[in-house]
Nanobody, 123 residues
């Protein structure tokens, strides 16, 4: 099992930036960021596979950057040019049981989840 703790959420005006961090314990194949807005399903935002391949949702391409520091056991999400529709609870996820049958941004690929950190973008 992998334990994950997110931080860095907050309130920001549209066009602003935030950097989310996720501290984890244990080893995983892939790690990712997901988000869930009220009344909506959880959706994948960005992922890093075990070989370093990065995947982004179309809605965040060019604005968000995922990165990982294995020495610090940390995952990051740099979010720029934030929009109102980026408002959501953001979750860090880790795949400790190998599930290659699922795509990197599918929730079912991951069996470990953090508690989430809230991001609110206002006009």
């Amino acid at each position: 099992q992998v334990q994950l703790v997110e931080s860095g959420g907050g309130s920001v005006q549209a066009g602003g930036s935030l950097r989310l961090s996720c501290k984890y314990t244990g080893r995983s194949y892939s790690t990712a960021w997901f988000r869930q807005a009220p009344g909506k399903e959880r959706e994948g935002v960005a992922a890093i596979a075990d070989l370093g391949l990065k995947t982004y949702a179309d809605s965040v391409k060019g604005r968000f950057t995922i990165s990982q520091d294995n020495a610090a056991n940390s995952l990051y999400l740099e979010m720029n040019s934030l929009k109102l529709e980026d408002t959501a609870m953001y979750y860090c996820a880790a795949e400790s049981v190998y599930r290659p049958g699922y795509l990197p941004l599918q929730t079912r690929r991951y069996n470990n989840w953090g508690q989430g950190t809230q991001v609110t973008v206002s006009s």
